[in-house]
């Protein structure tokens, strides 16, 4: 399968994201890159704006911006010659998916498909063969895995955004090693330990963001959540959003509820759960008999 | 009328445009150019001061952590005083090490041996990298772009068996550091002072480095001979060389920053005039053995610059033993520095891959009012003029039609990415 690589205004981070893949070796004997941001490929990047032949999925990276010129030839020109020709088109990352951090800087900034939670017309032609897989960046087993799925002809479930289930119907919350001080609505959570849940001071988005990081960890090892840093929804059409380290209240309540529960089933829920105090979760874990 | 030839740079961080201007078949000037900004200042203007540890390590894919730790320090220093303690302190280290030795292992197998015409297994460059990643990730939770250097320490506890697997990683790292680049013991290669005695050795190094020689490059690509290292505290030491003429005390009232026309990148110097950053520029003012030796003979060419980058390696891998075995895990990840100060101004330096990397934040009224990132690529791909060029413009004019342009400039590390701010 013949893939080409076009990135728009990118940090580069899907790039290198993708060459941590640990089956990397074995994964790219499948592929054939007709261009890459990066790695060794077919083409020169002088020929992609020139047209090349044989695009099976064209991979976007990066925001979109009005009139942005990658060398000689306006990117929104190679983004449509290439997505005609190909047969799949992944917006890989949240920036070419709903914008990401780079639309902020300037207005007209967009995804492909999105502009934040907004879905935009212009590419509505080849709406139905894209997919979607926002992450800052993409989780490099969620873009290597999609194109073998798609290699393989196997049916990829997508949900409303587009995004194949198999990676993100998940929430990060699942699989965080604090999920039981979520449970049990232990609220105290402290920087620099084992112990505790960010959801309720320090802006943890891991119970209502989309995303396997917890699932498939990262590097093959770890997480942001289980290593005590607050998940910052960085899959989410929203992200980012302001003040990302702390927690919006009303009331003393969260503002933002985990994903699908209602506030008032939350509130009685939360008033049982407090009413265990559980002592083990006051001790830390390594002094736990 | 000069001729002139546009060229697009690529498999860099992005992609740059080279306008050469000739006379006959020499490169008599160049102008570097990047064409998009992402507008990371402005973003975070208006934002919370903490919110700069998301949304910096996005400056840049491969340098996402050295933009982090610039970020923290930054923020620290408008602190008057923040506990920090030495474990927190050392792992940070640790994590910047690392994301060097991913770039230098990057570099010279991505982008070094295919402009030399050597065969460059893409492997050599993955599997090292990938055990990089994996060994930031065990202290920081993921990589790249994380966030887990805050005011005050980082975010997460490190238990002895994350430190058992770090060192299982590390063992293997030095192992593939044998394996491909040089084939030889780790702390002698640190001593080691003559260029024949690494190129007698096995490897991928002295095979890329016996390869310029033949090819008669060993000389090519020299540039101004000034060198600037912001960065001092950990591996290395802060100062600026003028060829071997040592300074150590720098001082960053002197660096000043301009806007170029049609440029996203601003060109930067230090009391009006320009310098070399990297890993070159570092193992001057280090005095490293061998580098020494080299720039003895060709002077600051691009064999130097090369060896330089890859002498860095062994050294880092040293540091990271050294770092492991110092690290007393009783001691606090974190102390609260208490909440942050509602105006004041703080700099963050750190020795990213490619260079100096400086960050200064202003908060008022407990917002950024003002952010400022200078990169490495703002000091060696700044654009001068024709009597005052920058470094990788120097580096160029000059170069006759045979002469291997594109190895001279990427042989700085080229990054555009960094540069869109």
């Given at each position: 399968m013949r893939l080409l690589w076009l990135s728009a205004l990118s940090c580069n981070g899907n790039v290198h994201s993708l060459l941590n893949y640990p089956q990397y070796e074995q994964w790219q004997k499948g592929f054939e890159w007709l261009y890459h941001p990066l790695l060794p490929s077919l083409h020169t990047f002088e020929e992609v704006e020139d047209g090349v032949k044989g695009c099976d999925v064209l991979i976007v990276d990066g925001t979109l911006e009005q009139n942005l010129l990658k060398h000689r030839r306006p990117f929104s020109e190679l983004l449509e010659r290439y997505a005609t020709e190909a047969k799949h088109i992944l917006t890989v990352g949240t920036c070419a998916t709903f914008g990401g951090i780079f639309a902020k800087g300037e207005a007209g900034r967009t995804g492909v498909h999105f502009c934040g939670e907004a879905r935009r017309g212009e590419y509505e032609w080849f709406w139905q063969k894209s997919i979607s897989l926002p992450g800052?960046?993409?989780?490099p087993e969620a873009l290597a895995g999609t194109l073998s799925l798609l290699a393989a002809g196997e049916p990829i479930p997508l949900d409303?955004?587009?995004?194949?289930k198999y990676y993100y119907a998940y929430t990060v919350h699942d699989g965080c090693t604090r999920n039981e001080y979520f449970e049990y609505k232990i609220d105290e959570h402290r920087f620099g330990t084992l112990e505790g849940c960010m959801f309720y001071e320090h802006g943890c988005q891991g119970t209502y963001t989309h995303g396997s990081c917890n699932k498939i960890l990262w590097n093959g090892l770890n997480s942001k959540t289980r290593n005590g840093q607050p998940c910052m929804g960085c899959t989410e059409p929203d992200f980012p959003k302001e003040g990302l380290w702390s927690t919006p209240k009303h009331m003393g309540i969260p503002v933002r509820m985990p994903l699908g529960v209602p506030r008032r089933a939350y509130l009685t829920l939360a008033g049982i759960a407090k009413a265990f105090r559980i002592e083990r979760f006051y001790k830390p874990l390594m002094e736990e008999e | 009328m000069a001729r002139t030839r546009l060229e697009l740079i690529e498999k860099i961080e992005g992609e740059a445009e080279v306008l050469y201007e000739y006379e006959g078949e020499r490169i008599s000037f160049a102008q570097i150019r990047f064409l998009n900004s992402r507008h990371i200042e402005k973003i975070l203007?208006?934002?919370?001061?903490?919110d700069a540890l998301v949304i910096n390590p996005r400056v840049c894919g491969i340098c996402g952590h050295a933009h982090l730790i610039a970020t923290v320090r930054a923020l620290e220093d408008c602190f008057e005083r923040v506990p920090l303690s030495q474990k927190a302190e050392a792992v940070r280290e640790m994590t910047l090490s690392l994301e060097l030795i991913q770039n230098h292992f990057k570099w010279f197998y991505l982008t070094v041996l295919p402009l030399l015409g050597l065969e460059a297994p893409i492997q050599r460059a993955l599997e090292p990298s990938r055990l990089a990643g994996e060994m930031i990730a065990l202290m920081a939770g993921q990589y790249p772009h994380n966030s887990y250097a805050i005011p005050g320490g980082i975010t997460g506890e490190i238990t002895p068996v994350d430190l058992l697997e770090f060192r299982a990683r590390l063992e293997r790292l030095k192992l593939l550091f044998r394996q491909?680049?040089?084939?030889?013991d780790l702390e002698a290669f640190v001593r080691c002072e003559r260029i024949e005695e690494m190129l007698s050795k096995e490897g991928d190094l002295p095979r890329a480095m016996r390869h310029i020689l033949k090819r008669g490059w060993e000389r090519v690509g020299q540039s101004l001979d000034h060198f600037i290292v912001f960065g001092g505290g950990g591996l290395f030491t802060e100062g600026k060389s003028i060829g071997t003429r040592l300074q150590e005390s720098i001082n960053l009232r002197y660096l000043k920053e301009e806007a170029l026309e049609g440029n996203a990148a601003k060109r930067v110097s230090y009391r009006g005039r320009y310098y070399e950053t990297g890993p070159l520029a570092r193992a001057m003012v280090l005095k490293t053995p061998l580098i020494r030796e080299a720039h003895r003979r060709y002077k600051d060419s691009l064999f130097s610059r090369i060896l330089a980058r890859i002498c860095e390696v062994p050294r880092l891998l040293r540091y990271l033993e050294t770092l492991c075995d110092g690290l007393?895990?009783?001691?606090?990840s974190y102390t609260d520095p208490g909440p942050f100060p509602a105006s004041a101004q703080g700099t963050g330096i750190v020795e990213a891959a490619r260079g100096s990397l400086i960050h200064r934040v202003t908060i008022e009224e407990g917002r950024i009012s003002r952010y400022q990132i200078v990169t490495p690529t703002q000091w060696n791909l700044g654009n001068g003029t024709r009597e005052n060029p920058c470094p990788a413009q120097k580096a160029l004019m000059g170069l006759q039609r045979n002469d291997p342009a594109e190895l001279v400039f990427k042989a700085f590390d080229v990054c555009s990415v960094c540069t869109t701010k």
């Open positions: 800052c960046p993409v989780q409303e955004l587009r995004r194949p | 203007q208006g934002r919370e001061p903490l491909s680049l040089i084939d030889v007393d895990l009783s001691e606090a």
